[in-house]
């Protein structure tokens, strides 16, 4: 690969900046499904609040000797240590004026989930003066995560949607959508700890990976997409463009989860199987709006 196009590539991977990105395709995802116009403070809050929660969980998990690292992210990371910094406290103060412009259920919701992100990442509790962390919780790690992504790319929009009556959303599909959107991201998740899976030991994490080990966790991906697969035929009443587009999605995304392993380098983790809540967006666009 060309020297400075991997410093970009880095810079965009390493920086939460794609991931960012991520979050706000996965909000217009959301819109597309509904078929409504996106709210531009809506997307502006996923972006920043993904950026800044990402930056604060790696920047609290700093290591003894990060340049001695075996994870170029994490040696990048801390290289460009004041860039992080800067990058973390520019999307915390973009977050406080963009809160104003949601309504009480939204502001509910977004502080709720942020407290759970933080409470993910610090050592907050304690058991015979041992302190860990939500994540630290056997099995829990995955489900916060999805948790998370699934209310905030889900629920959010749709909250802010109804309030302003550009929609109205039954109990019913908010549901269908929430379940479908947790199962996708559940499943690109499984990979990344699986990739951590040693590191998981020595650190006493126990993941999915640790408890079941790599082949069971890979089954349990392909489980996940064969659920949401079910749902989404389930609940689809016409085969359009959004149903090909999310069919088409989860293929691609089994098909990256089973060729993935722990000796995968980071970038087939962080941009190929993130970037899978990308293409997502783009499948629903170019099947809806090209000719087939």
Not at 99 to 104: C, G, K, Q, R, S
Not at 136 to 151: D, M, R, T, Y
Not at 225 to 248: A, E, K
Request: aromatic share 14%.
């Amino acid at each position: 690969m060309n020297k400075y196009l991997r410093q970009a590539l880095d810079c965009l991977l390493f920086s939460n900046i794609f991931i960012a990105l991520c979050a706000v395709a996965q909000g217009l995802v959301t819109y597309q499904l509904l078929g409504t116009k996106p709210e531009s403070h809506v997307l502006g809050l996923l972006f920043c609040s993904t950026l800044a929660l990402y930056n604060f969980s790696i920047l609290l998990s700093k290591p003894e000797k990060p340049e001695k690292s075996p994870f170029r992210r994490v040696r990048w990371i801390f290289s460009h240590y004041r860039l992080m910094i800067t990058i973390t406290m520019i999307a915390v103060f973009s977050i406080l004026p963009l809160v104003f412009f949601l309504n009480a259920s939204s502001r509910i919701l977004l502080v709720s989930l942020a407290l759970i992100s933080v409470a993910y990442s610090l050592p907050i509790f304690s058991i015979n003066d041992k302190h860990f962390g939500l994540r630290n919780i056997p099995g829990v790690k995955l489900f916060l995560i999805a948790a998370v992504w699934s209310l905030s790319c889900v629920l959010l929009p749709i909250l802010e949607l109804e309030s302003t009556i550009e929609a109205s959303v039954s109990m019913n599909d908010s549901i269908i959508l929430i379940a479908k959107r947790f199962l996708f991201i559940a499943a690109i998740t499984v990979p990344f700890d699986i990739r951590d899976l040693f590191q998981d030991k020595t650190n006493e994490l126990k993941t999915i990976p640790v408890i079941l080990g790599e082949r069971k966790a890979l089954l349990i991906c392909q489980g996940l997409l064969v659920i949401y697969l079910i749902l989404l035929f389930l609940f689809t009443q016409n085969i359009d463009g959004n149903f090909l587009g999310l069919m088409l999605t989860i293929i691609l995304s089994g098909w990256l989860i089973f060729k993935s392993t722990w000796q995968r380098n980071e970038y087939y983790y962080f941009f190929y199987l993130d970037g899978t809540m990308i293409v997502q967006f783009v499948m629903l666009l170019l099947c809806n709006y090209l000719p087939l």
